[in-house]
């Protein structure tokens, strides 16, 4: 009896020991590692997580300030202003300056087109100038001289300027469109004289050296103005988001229209100018599972 005792004691513990065994892992066989824990760790070894400022981040709308000087270009081929006594036979070119001044709108389309609406305020002077051929008698001798007809004006106009921008590199920007303006007002200031001044003449009609001198407002408006708006303009980013940004800027500013009815003249303008535009930014929500929220 006791014999079988100690046989079923040797059994029951030679089976325990078997499957203690078998249920161990050896010391040769690696441990399992949690595959969650794996994932991460590579994770954040492999992908940084990324600035959303700088790679996410993106210009929905735009604006802006913008004012400049105007360098301005008159074609003309008139001898004077309506119901202005003038005696020039014609003035065909004048130049002068001014400046301009508005408000802008940036729509981005697609990363390199953005659409462009501005409205201005411009004003352009021009000084016209013709020579008129003429003999006077001084005393007893006869000398060639000649008239100087002057004429000085200055057009006050608002436009609105709907345009394209084609970025080309970097912040370099190219700009096409169009000026649909209205002319608001304009003067002059006129007078005409000896081309030489030291000639001791005087108009008998005035008893002066100066005769048909006059300034007021024009009249006969060509109220509407249509003309192009061809140039370039930089980007300067201000901060780090690029939400502020300094915008230097180029244009030739050709106008089609007349500036007075029945009347060949018009004017067109070199613009350099600076403009500050804020950009309205949109941050949209990270697409790494991965990343905190």
Known sequence: ????????????????????????????????????KETTTKSVVATPEPDPVATKASSWWGLGLHGGMNISMHSASFSGLPGVPSCCPEYTSGSGGGFYGGLGSD?????????????????????????????????????????KHTLNTTLNTVIVEPAAEWRVTG???????????????????????????????EYLTTNSATNNASSGDITQLSAFQFGLLLGAR??????????FELVPEAY?????TNNVTGTDWSTSSIRLGLGILYKFMTYPSDSNPLAPK
Do not use: W
């Not at 096409?176 to 003449?201: C, H, N, W």
């Not at 980007?235 to 690029?242: K, Y």
């Not at 030739?252 to 089609?256: G, L, R, T, V, Y």
């Open 171 to 201: 912040g370099l920007g190219l700009v096409g469109g169009l000026r649909l303006g209205v002319l608001m007002s304009a003067t002059y200031d006129q007078k005409e004289t000896f081309t030489d001044p030291s000639i001791p003449y």
């Open 252 to 256: 030739f500013a050709p106008m089609f």
């Open 107 to 147: 729509f981005p389309i697609t990363p390199a087109v953005t659409m462009l609406v501005r409205l201005a305020y411009s004003s352009n002077t021009g000084t016209f100038e013709a020579t008129e051929p003429t003999t006077v008698r001084i005393n007893n001798t006869v000398e060639n001289t000649s008239f």
């Open 1 to 36: 009896m006791n014999n079988t005792i100690k046989i079923l004691v040797f059994l029951v513990c030679t089976i325990s020991a078997s499957a203690q065994k078998s249920t161990t892992p050896s010391a040769e066989t690696p441990q399992p590692r949690s595959a969650g």
């Open 234 to 243: 930089y980007h300067l980013p201000m901060n780090a988001e690029s939400t």
